[in-house]
């Protein structure tokens, strides 16, 4: 019944290591995003994905790589992983319809030691 | 440009009083707005949601919310907080297109 599910829930790596964050949705949305949540709560956009079509990308370091096999999976790939990358990283999907919000998922708790 | 001020970063209140979280936006548009709610190492959940119908919006667990224009605000309230209500609440506004601004949310602590 999970309408936003990704996985993993944790996630420890060492720096310098690649991983991959997957996101699935079944509520037939045509859009979905990542979001980076810092320590301090602040939620910031990453990705957009409409389609499977990019459509928004913020300022963020060319070691976050997405990807899109169909519109109903949002994956997110980074490489050489620092640091600073530690944070909770949500995937979230909505209509292109601004009415609708967005549905989120549980959320990736990503430590980088 | 659209953004949201959530004009307090924590909220405590006492158990059965009204809890009031204030939230103030600009948008170019008439815009969406919305609330979410994320517990402890949990996600965000929709608490509601404001689509230019009634003003006055009510959401899931009791909570409810009225757009005010004029005042470019939206603001969530409860009547009375139950121990469970203690979360992050975020504000979020959304504009014509497909993006979402959050506030940068507000930590509400209910005490016994």
């Known amino acids: 019944d999970t309408a936003v599910s990704q996985t993993p829930k944790y996630l420890v790596t060492q720096m310098g290591n690649d991983k991959s964050i997957k996101c699935e949705q079944n509520?037939?949305?045509?859009?979905m995003y990542w979001y980076k949540q810092d320590s301090k709560k602040f939620l910031k956009i990453m990705f957009s994905?409409?389609?499977?079509?990019?459509?928004i990308n913020e300022t963020v370091p060319n070691r976050f790589s997405p990807k899109s096999p169909d519109k109903a999976h949002l994956n997110l790939h980074i490489n050489s992983l620092e640091l600073g990358d530690s944070a909770v990283y949500f995937c979230?999907?909505?209509?292109?319809?601004?009415?609708?919000?967005?549905?989120f998922g549980s959320g990736t708790r990503l430590t980088v030691v | 440009a659209q953004s949201v001020t959530q004009l307090d970063s924590h909220v405590s209140v006492s158990e059965g009083t009204p809890v009031l979280l204030r939230c103030n936006y600009s948008s170019s548009y008439s815009p969406s707005l919305f609330w979410y709610v994320q517990h402890p190492n949990k996600g965000l959940q929709l608490l509601l949601k404001y689509t230019s119908a009634a003003t006055l919006v009510k959401g899931i667990n009791g909570f409810e919310a009225e757009f005010k224009k004029s005042e470019t605000s939206f603001h969530l309230t409860k009547p009375s907080a139950h121990m469970s209500d203690a979360a992050e609440y975020f504000c979020v506004v959304s504009d014509t297109g497909n993006q979402f601004y959050f506030g940068t949310g507000t930590s509400l602590t209910v005490i016994p």
């Open positions: 979230a999907s909505s209509l292109l319809d601004r009415a609708g919000g967005y549905t």
């Open positions: 994905y409409n389609n499977k079509e990019l459509i």
């Open positions: 509520l037939g949305h045509d859009t």
